[in-house]
């Protein structure tokens, strides 16, 4: 199998999907698209109506395998994301056993989130851009693969009151940086958009957003904390994702 799918060949192909990526496929989309359009991502929305997003399905995030599997479909999608379209995302499903599902907490999920995230870097090919800071306290940094500057963004089953970072399924969408050059602060479409953004996420969650969701590039910002939110208005204060001087042999 392809390690990058898109909507139209995995609905075209449903049935040849192990019944794990069956129903983590269909969660997904019933909450992206649902009849009612209250999923406050709006771009995210659009994208999946359009086919501009991704998919691909990793194994276990707790096996040896998984790191190894979503390098490869981050490293594939970086060689065809600008074909994709305006509004696009690789959003990465992984299979996620009940003992998770049941047992993991919100803060067994984070671990896991920056565990795969450091096992990805010495797996990366390419040297990290010249243009990014390879710090994290840096409010331009961002994390990056194969040359490539991504947001990167979790949603587990753990999460409950903060309905917009929970998933059915261990879940990780990577947008590359470049999507977002019309939408920022310093565009109509990014003010207008986010504040469309804003307000339908209040009302997803029923409760105000998460002080760390600010823009790229304000003094006050740091991505990585917009990585993974919590379900309270809390934050880790060190970012725990580091960044290897030696890398690994790439796997393919």
Known sequence: MN????????????????????TAYQAFTTMIADDKNTYPCIPGRQGFLANHLRFSFIADPRTENAPHQLATAIQTYGMCSRNTGTYASLVTLFETPQ???????????????????????????SPWPAEIPSQPTDPKWEFCFGGEPYFAFCATPAHQTRKSRRAENFLIAFQPRWVFTHINQSTHLGKTMKQAIRKRLIQYDGKPAHPDLKWYGEGDNLEWKQYFLSDDDLSPSKCPFQRLKEKQTYLH
């Open 99 to 125: 003992d998770m599902q049941t047992q993991y907490t919100i803060e067994d999920y984070r671990q896991l989130f920056w565990n795969l995230l450091n096992q990805l870097t010495p797996l990366d090919p």
């Open 3 to 22: 390690p990058i799918l898109d909507r139209k060949w995995i609905e075209d192909n449903f049935s040849t999907l192990a019944p794990w990526q069956q």
